[in-house]
């Protein structure tokens, strides 16, 4: 589960990527999103994939994107079945099946080069509620520790004869119920004391909360973002009126 | 000196309780003191510490009558706002009072609830770093912390929003013994340098009864003893009560009822050593 998931979770970094203003990789990751959509041959969409790759490489987690791509490729073989069934046309089935790579790579993108606080503050920037946005950065913060709980209650359980690795599927399910009741219980206790240091750290005292860290767009972010918007505009416009699809 | 602390004919009794979790309780704490609040569990030491800061009445509500006033004002009548930056409360597992991904910024937590500006923040976040010196975690994340060290993150957070008094509830529970002892000469020295009230609930009172002025033992919702740690431990009763007594003082005990050494403060191992050697030349 873990080898899955790294994908998508932020580790430290300190590439120039990595760097840059959580809103500019926010949009980089966008326009690549779109850009995957509205691609129309395979040529194209290998040129896009092409460049998350350099970009990947770039930001240093090269590694980490392909992990994630590995993963992806299981769904994408099932898309291109699923394609291949229905429409006949090995192309259209490969680009439906190779989009699906390309979408989860941006996506994957941003969240491995974002740390919470940063998705925080993009939050921020969305004026979302403070409360929606405490919210998120606990169930964010609590992850590890939620994990760790969970551990510690399967080795408690396994000790006391527990088997969690035996009978069929229905039986497996079944066995993760002991897991599963104590480890909500930890979390109404839990959230029970977290309600109490909030109230004593004075949480919604005023209704616009300061912040001890302030993040300023740099020249550089400003240059990012205007190059991501013009190469975006530029590839966009030569798809449907400079190259016909058919040359490619 | 004055009161920083007076509680006067507390009762409190939870909406599906039969009985009071507290009763009749009367304290007075002195500005700058270090009293231990000591007892079986079950004796109301919990709620008793949530009356003082205002989660009672403000988040549980109950039968309450008497008052707790901390700094001359009295708690039911202010909002949770104003006791937040009254009485700071250590609440025993550090780790669910941790909020932010790092360091610095659940330092400034509660700073940022009260909309504290930007400059004044960074300052008091420092200095709260420097006091625990933790300034090399400023950017650590909370599950990269050991135990000790979320305690001393949290106990920052509580400091930097500049408590006149400050709740720990048996702070050294989760914590190895050296860590646990240094945790303690921490409090002795904040107390020292900012004047800082201490009210702590331990168990482990072979480590406080150096730096405490007061003890106080609860049971069954009631103050059952009060005194300087002298003169709680070498009573009679305290044992009674449940209160482990530590061993060196329960020797220095047995040893002066044979006359072998004084009586009237508690001693250390090495104090004790020195005594009888004196007694005996």
Known sequence: ?248 | MSNILEIEWLGFRYPDSPRKAISDFDLAVPEGEIVVLAGPSGCGKSTLLRAVNGLIPHMYSGEYTGSVRVGGTNVKESSMRDLAQKVGFLFQNPENQIFMFTVERDIAFGLENLGVPRPEMRARVDEAMRLLDIGELALRAPHELSDGQKQRVALAGVLAMEPRLVILDEPTSLLDPKTASELVGLVARLRKELGTTFVVVEHRLDLLVKVADRIVVMSDGRKALEGTPAEVLFGEDAESYGVSTPSITRLQKMLAKDGLVPQGELMTTAELATSLEGGRS
Do not use: C
């Open chain 1, 1 to 248: 589960m873990m080898w899955l998931s790294s994908g998508f979770i932020f580790r430290r970094g300190t590439s120039a990527y990595h760097r840059l203003d959580p809103r500019v990789k926010l949009l980089v990751s966008v326009l690549m999103f779109v850009t995957t959509l509205l691609v129309r041959t395979l040529y194209e969409l290998a040129a896009v994939l092409l460049f998350m790759i350099a970009l990947s490489a770039f930001a240093t987690v090269l590694r980490r994107v392909a992990r994630t791509m590995a993963f992806t490729a299981l769904f994408s073989a099932f898309i291109f079945a699923l394609n291949f069934v229905f429409t006949r046309n090995i192309e259209t089935s490969l680009l439906y099946a190779a989009r699906f790579v390309a979408i989860v790579v941006s996506t994957s993108l941003f969240f491995i080069t974002t740390s919470p606080d940063e998705l925080e503050q993009v939050m921020k920037t969305f004026r979302l509620p403070r409360d929606v946005i405490f919210a998120f950065v606990t169930a964010v913060r609590f992850i590890p520790v939620m994990f760790l709980d969970t551990i510690q209650i399967m080795d408690a359980q396994k000790s006391r004869g527990l088997e969690l690795e035996k009978g069929n599927l229905l039986r497996r399910v079944r066995n993760m119920i002991p897991i599963l009741i104590p480890l909500v219980v930890n979390s109404v206790v839990r959230s029970g004391e977290l309600a109490e240091a909030m109230e004593s750290r004075a949480y919604g005292a005023v209704p616009r909360p300061t912040s001890l860290v302030e993040y300023r767009t740099s020249l550089a972010d400003k240059a990012v973002a205007t190059a991501a918007v013009v190469a975006f505009a530029l590839v966009a416009y030569s798809f449907y009126f400079v190259i016909p699809a058919q040359i490619l």
